[in-house]
């Protein structure tokens, strides 16, 4: 239960700026890991006006066509022409990316495999909650479907006049006993043809985006819209904002319903920790959650760089649990290992999975294009039953 | 009251990478904000071996020499030479740096200067807790006190042999009353020259960084130093990991004690509410804590694009409130009037201000150069009475 009566999630497009540098990093992880599972790998993207500038460092034997892979993404996005703002095709492409420092590597590869360090320190959150089926808070969850929803009407035709840069924020009120019960405010903008009016556009969004995603017993006439407040959003993409990766690192994980430990996701392997421990987790809380276990977890794990055991593991169930918080302590010791190489391990993370969770949110989904037919391992509830047989 | 055991916050030292590129965002933001106070500055900076990249949206008429602050910025931290891994005075500094959009400031300045709508959407936090004299979390005070003391015997010459780039990370142990009864673990891991030995450098930690700053009763047998774990870190800065702007947010903030919005601070003028919202957000939740309201607070706040008043404003004080939940809020709302426009005048926000912040966190201490003789006007607990006297 929260004590906040309202609260506000955000969550941006594939055309947003800082999504596009982030797909284009998570692009070239995967390009790498299908040819060398074992490679290092931290890209970090920065996009502005007519160029994609791919920096990091980037540990490997495999050869990929960096350039074509910078393309491919930004075209495929629907930066295809400088009408739009930005062309795939003829941008400029720079390549700055160095090696990883041989002093970080001998901290991380050990000869025991499965002693491997942490590829830095850092904090990690994972969290999950009852409010929505996919056992992730609400406001997020529908501030990703008004963005999910914006490209789909503007791949599928429905509105031509979409252009792909867009922002959506969802305010929700909650009731005295934790639960959403109504939905206060919708912001949404979105890039667009200069040739539809103001009005027209609108409309359109309420009708074809807004309502077909947001559940209709929660708006009302109090419910306040603010569709394109600056009136005009012709200038999009990298013109209008430089895109860096791990810029939107709360859309990417709760919407800031949880807590951050600060850590970005893409363009980096899973050796690197601030993902992968990330993704473990949010498979712990959600396996807590799924077993019954309380109705609201969020665990931190913090590592030292070179160390495979985490430098601390804590949980905070918020008064929520049904079973004392220490026992759920101990069973998730039991249960789950949170060394790099058993995160790595468990949930099959040397694979080139990244670029769909790059946009739309890490968490409490399943990406639509799914890679190698599978889905998110960190979403899936296969722990929960060990946890209870654990709690005895 | 945390219901965490063990609680983890980490910090960076100046020299580290991404706060490098902070810095770099801040002080060419300040530079032009002494100029032109109502320029508008988004500043985004990377760096990686070598090169310094500026980029962002900057409309202003100030004229600044960017090439010159850049390399100031860089030398100042301590990066003079190829030997510490880069060079201020002679790295390459590319300025790819367009202007806002025109699209974007027609929903920015009005008319009535008071109309001023939010430079973005976007929800902020503001936290404050009594757990310190400064009213922060402790894990992350202490963590930013270690890297400041790095920064403090490198520069005075005590530890001749350290380089810039550091981190640090503090795992601190809860009791049952909430308060923290001692440290668990202390990561420390600092760039050095090659000629220090391994076994001197951890004994130099210990005794001239780690005592002097830790408070000795929460040290312990038990306490586990994890001292430069990788055993060598001589390649430090850019080299060794490319930095970005506004990817340290939460090492800027309250260390991941509380929630976070996403929005980066440096590099952006105060018509930014990532930034200034954020600020304001600390300043009203430290008054609610210093008037005894509360010994817990967080604040939510959110805004829409070119909107005037934040479209919600929501209070955490996590069942520590000492007057109800909802009086709360109404003093508030009567004390605190969070429009941009009010946000930057209430605390003075259009000055040259900004690079002092950009490292050691923006909240709960007082930089030590202080800009214009004047502390972080944030930090003022200057409303506490009229929060009470609003309460009747
Ligand atoms: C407002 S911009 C950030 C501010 C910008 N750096 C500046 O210089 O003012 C953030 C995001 O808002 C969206 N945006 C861009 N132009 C816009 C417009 N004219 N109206 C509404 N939203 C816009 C895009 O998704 C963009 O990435
Ligand atoms: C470990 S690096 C990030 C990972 C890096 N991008 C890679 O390719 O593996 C993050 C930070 O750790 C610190 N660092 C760099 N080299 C290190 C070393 N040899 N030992 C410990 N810390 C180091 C620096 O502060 C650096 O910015």
Request: include cysteine; charge should be negative.
């Amino acid at each position: 239960m929260t004590e906040y009566s309202l609260f506000t999630s955000e969550s941006v497009s594939e055309g947003h700026p800082d999504k596009i540098a982030d797909q284009i990093s998570d692009a070239i992880l995967d390009a790498i890991l299908a040819e060398d599972p074992r490679a290092r790998v931290a890209c970090e993207t920065m996009v502005k006006t007519g160029v994609a500038i791919i920096s990091g460092e980037i540990s490997t034997n495999a050869w990929v066509d960096l350039e074509s892979i910078v393309r491919g993404v930004i075209n495929d996005i629907g930066y295809t022409s400088s009408d739009v703002g930005f062309d795939g095709s003829t941008c400029s492409v720079i390549n700055i990316i160095g090696k990883q420092s041989p002093e970080i590597n001998q901290g991380v590869d050990r000869d025991n495999l499965e002693d491997q360090g942490a590829g830095d320190q850092g904090l990690m959150f994972g969290y999950a909650s009852d409010e929505t089926d996919v056992l992730m808070p609400a406001p997020i969850t529908y501030a990703h479907r008004l963005v999910e929803r914006q490209a789909k009407v503007r791949r599928d035709g429905t509105l031509k006049w979409l252009r792909p840069d867009a922002k959506s924020q969802v305010t929700l009120r909650y009731g005295a006993d934790g639960r959403p019960e109504g939905i206060d405010a919708v912001v949404l903008s979105t890039q667009h043809n200069p040739e539809i009016s103001l009005s027209d556009l609108r409309e359109a969004v309420i009708e074809e985006i807004i309502k077909p995603v947001l559940p209709a017993e929660w708006l009302s006439d109090s419910t306040k819209y603010f569709i394109n407040p600056t009136g005009k959003f012709v200038i999009g993409g990298p013109v209008g904002d430089c895109g860096l990766t791990g810029r939107k690192i709360i859309v990417d994980s709760y919407g800031g319903m949880a807590r951050h430990g600060g850590g970005a996701f893409s363009g980096k392997d899973p050796s690197k920790v601030d993902r992968s421990a990330a993704y473990a987790g949010r498979w712990v809380a959600k396996n807590i959650v799924a077993a019954g276990l309380a109705s609201r977890c969020e665990i931190q794990v913090s590592y030292a760089i070179g160390e495979a055991q985490p430098t601390s593991i804590s949980l905070n169930t918020f008064g929520t649990e049904t079973v004392p918080h220490d026992k759920i302590v101990a069973a998730v010791r039991e249960v789950f290992d949170l060394r790099p190489f058993a995160i790595i391990r468990d949930l099959d993370l040397l694979h080139p999975i990244y670029r769909p969770t790059a946009s739309y949110g890490h968490f409490g989904r399943q990406p639509y294009q799914l890679n190698r037919g599978t889905a998110f391992s960190w979403e899936k509830t296969d722990r929960a039953e060990a946890l209870k047989a654990a709690l005895g």
